[in-house]
């Protein structure tokens, strides 16, 4: 009999022993995800040196293609009555403005602001072209 508790005694430890240790990794697993997560928010990026090389390349980009005609960056605003505004003829959408505090727009076919709320007045349409 006292064979019998012994067994069943030692039975019982090495169960709880494997839930034990079985959630002790769970947690240093958990633990680890975490810090690793942590880790890579903390690494410091360089973009400083990012940004010089944009601005290298894009010097160069612009250096190679100067040529004798200038451009004029030429805008204007449209106002329209309702949820749609259109630019003229050869101008492109810049921004949208509209009314009763709706600040939820979209461009439609790159030269139309289209406010989205449910009741609006106005639209305003920031249009510009390149010449």
């Given at each position: 009999v006292s064979g019998?508790?012994?067994?069943?005694?030692?039975?019982?430890?090495?169960?709880?022993?494997?839930?034990c240790s079985y959630r002790l990794m769970k947690t240093t697993i958990c633990s680890l995800l975490i810090i690793i997560s942590l880790l890579q928010?903390?690494?410091?990026?360089?973009?400083?040196?990012?940004?010089d090389s944009v601005m290298k390349s894009l010097k160069e980009l612009l250096n190679g293609r100067r040529s004798t005609m200038t451009k004029t960056l030429s805008c204007t605003s449209v106002k329209a009555m309702g949820t749609l505004s259109s630019c003229p003829s050869g101008m492109?959408?810049?921004?949208?403005?509209c009314g009763f505090a709706c600040?939820?727009?979209?461009?439609?076919n790159e030269n139309v602001c289209h406010c989205l709320c449910p009741v609006i007045d106005w639209t305003v349409a920031r249009c510009c072209k390149l010449a």
């Open positions: 019998e508790s012994v067994s069943s005694g030692g039975t019982l430890s090495a169960s709880l022993n494997g839930q928010l903390i690494v410091p990026v360089n973009t400083e040196e990012t940004l492109t959408v810049t921004g949208c403005s600040g939820s727009w979209n461009v439609q």
